[in-house]
C-alpha cells in the first residue's frame, strides 16, 4: 500500500490537445523533488510530436532516459510505464501511489474511467486511485462539452475526482504561451498543496 508520506505522482497523458500542460506539469514536480510514474497512450505520442519539439523513442525505458535526461531527473526519479504494461504498480492497489492526474484527459479516456472500462494502464491506474480513495485529478481539454461528456464529468465529481479543465486564466496578465500553461499546472500543483512560485495567488503581491 502507498503511504501520505511517500511524494509519489502519476501522471497519465492522452491524446487531447494540450501536451505543453502534461509535459511542464511532470518538469514541475520532478523539480519539486517528486517522483514521477508516467504513462502515455498512443494517441499522446503522437500529440506530443505535432505540438511540442519533445521527439519521444518509441519503448517506455528509451522515453524514461530521454525524459530524465530533458528534465534533469536524479537517477530513479522518473518511470515511464508502457500503456499495456500491466505488471506496472500502478495497475494494483498495492503498489499504485494514492495520487494521479490526467493532464491533458481525452474524452475518450474520461469516459472509460467514468464508466470503468479500464482498457489500457493508464485507465486501470485512474480506477485504482478511485477505488482506494486516492486524490485523482483530471484536465480535460475540449470544447465544447457535450451533455454525455457533462454526465460524465458530474459522475466522476460524485465519486470525489477534481475536474479541472484547461482554462487559463488572465489576472496575472501573461504575455506568453508558456505563462497559460503555467498558470494550469500552478491550479494542479495547488489540488496536492505542492508548493511552486508559476502563479501569482488571486489578490496576492507575491
Known sequence: MAFEEERIMSVGMTGASGAQYGLRLVECLLQADWQVYLTFTRAAQIVIGGETDCRLPGRATEQTRHLSA????????????????WTSPLAS???????MVICPASMATLSAIANGASENLLERAAD?????????????????????HLENM?????????????????????????????????????????????????????
Open 154 to 206: 458530474l459522475k466522476l465529481a460524485r465519486l470525489g475526482v477534481c475536474i479541472l479543465p484547461a482554462n487559463p486564466g488572465f489576472y496575472n496578465q501573461p504575455t506568453q504561451v508558456a505563462e497559460l500553461v503555467d498558470f494550469i499546472v500552478a491550479r494542479i500543483l495547488d489540488q496536492f498543496r505542492i508548493r511552486h512560485t508559476l502563479a501569482k495567488p488571486w489578490g496576492r503581491e507575491a
Open 93 to 99: 492497489g498495492s503498489g499504485a501511489p494514492r495520487r
Open 70 to 85: 530533458l528534465f534533469k531527473a536524479r537517477d530513479g526519479q522518473l518511470r515511464v510505464f508502457g500503456e499495456e504494461e
Open 128 to 148: 485504482v486511485v478511485i477505488k482506494e480513495r486516492g486524490d485523482l485529478v483530471i484536465v480535460p481539454r475540449e470544447t465544447p462539452f457535450s451533455a454525455i
